[in-house]
């Protein structure tokens, strides 16, 4: 009986690993649907936080807790998705679309840099759940 239970419970986990996009490409996706307008300078007095890829010449760099920025690079950086760590170019504690992102050995030149609206993202998703539940 207790082999039954395992194996059920073992195809439930298998069935559950399909092939739809999954629920964290979802949500880093709808970073492109937050981003406003283009800029020519990201200030950040505390440096680079962390980071998020989210397609193949687009990530997001966070500044701050609440801070995000979407940025594009050129197209022929192969190793992004992969990568690790990576490293951002900067003059001071300003980038600009002169700097470079650095994903092993590559040096992705920046076309284009947005900040993300991350208070209406999480609003939004919080709406979201908060309509999901109620009936």
């Given amino acids: 009986m207790?082999?039954?239970?395992?194996?059920?419970?073992?195809?439930a986990l298998v069935s559950a690993c399909g092939t739809g996009p999954s629920r964290r490409d979802e949500l880093d996706l709808k970073y492109v649907d937050y981003a406003g307008e283009p800029v020519d300078?990201?200030?950040?007095?505390?440096?680079?936080?962390?980071?998020?890829?989210?397609?193949?010449?687009?990530?997001?760099i966070w500044t701050g807790h609440n801070e995000a920025w979407l940025i594009k690079i050129w197209d022929g950086?192969?190793?992004?998705?992969?990568?690790?760590?990576?490293q951002v170019t900067q003059t001071g504690r300003t980038i600009t679309r002169f700097d470079k992102v650095l994903v092993?050995?590559?040096s992705c030149p920046i076309l284009e840099m947005r900040r993300v609206d991350v208070a209406r993202m999480k609003a939004d998703r919080k709406a979201g759940r908060d309509t999901a539940v109620k009936p």
Avoid: H, Y
């Fill in 2 to 11: 207790k082999r039954f239970v395992f194996v059920g419970v073992a195809m």
């Fill in 41 to 60: 300078q990201i200030r950040s007095m505390k440096g680079i936080d962390g980071w998020t890829p989210v397609s193949r010449n687009q990530l997001v």
């Fill in 77 to 86: 950086c192969m190793n992004l998705s992969f990568a690790k760590a990576i």
């Fill in 104 to 106: 092993e050995n590559e």
